[in-house]
């Protein structure tokens, strides 16, 4: 069995359709989505469109539970230009998306922690960066899950954990469409890949386990960014040329 997974594609239609070119050509046996699907100033329809001709198993992220909602708190300028620029349909897809799923294989997929799609699971906060976290907290952040491997995405950033204590296998298949961004939850920082690439990962059943495979894949990043200016957010422009997020955190 081969599964592809996707994460925080955050409405950039051009490198979806990357991925989506490179998932024709290995026909993996499953797609599943991760959450935080629309959100950004980009395309947001048009990424919705795309998605729902597609029988994937999707979860929510947070943007995806905010957007759907309409609570979109003051000042979050992605998440209200998404609200306005999506149709009744897929408005509808985003509120019926599941916090988590369980797979065949023993597989969870989430969008953050099985019980919480706003806390990274894999990272501590450290400074204004992020560093992966020890064990332990990885563990109670898992809540007591059980399942062989655990899908997970928000962070943006690509991982393949094993855990020691409980060799459970943890992928986060990093971000489709932006690769670095600025949080203040729970203090300022900023996460960033380095690179403007599409990213997702292929798992592949074997005898031994499960193979993961990191993909990072070529788009017209530069298209996404001249839409991100059009739309005026230079800083997701920047973001999305470079993979770097070279602003301080606010």
């Not at 024709?24 to 046996?29: I, S, V, Y």
């Not at 109670?140 to 204590?165: D, K, M, Q, S």
């Not at 386990?209 to 957010?233: I, S």
Request: negative net charge.
């Amino acid at each position: 069995m081969r599964i592809a997974v996707i994460a925080d594609i955050h409405g950039n239609a051009p490198a979806l359709e990357a991925v989506l070119d490179d998932l024709e050509r290995l026909a993996p046996d499953r797609v599943v989505n991760l959450g935080d699907c629309l959100s950004g100033p980009l395309w947001p329809e048009e990424t919705a469109q795309l998605l729902m001709a597609r029988d994937w198993t999707t979860v929510r992220g947070n943007h995806d539970r905010v957007v759907a909602a309409g609570n979109v708190p003051p000042g979050n300028r992605s998440d209200a230009f998404t609200r306005a620029a999506l149709s009744k349909a897929s408005l509808d897809w985003l509120s019926g998306l599941p916090l988590t799923a369980r797979l065949e294989g023993d597989i969870l997929a989430c969008h953050a922690t099985p019980a919480d799609d706003d806390r990274y699971l894999t990272e501590d906060v450290e400074g204004q960066d992020v560093r992966l976290s020890d064990e332990a907290k990885i563990l109670e952040r898992l809540g007591g899950e059980t399942a062989n491997v655990v899908l997970f995405g928000h962070t943006h950033i690509p991982r393949c954990l094993r855990l020691p204590a409980t060799r459970q296998i943890l992928v986060n298949p990093g971000s489709v469409g932006l690769p670095a961004y600025a949080d203040a939850t729970p203090t300022p920082h900023k996460v960033q890949n380095g690179s403007p690439h599409a990213r997702y990962a292929l798992l592949e059943r074997n005898g031994s386990g499960w193979r993961v495979d990191l993909k990072v894949l070529d788009y017209n990043w530069t298209a996404a960014a001249a839409q991100a200016r059009k739309n005026h957010r230079p800083d997701w422009a920047d973001v999305l040329e470079t993979g770097f997020y070279r602003a301080p955190p606010a």
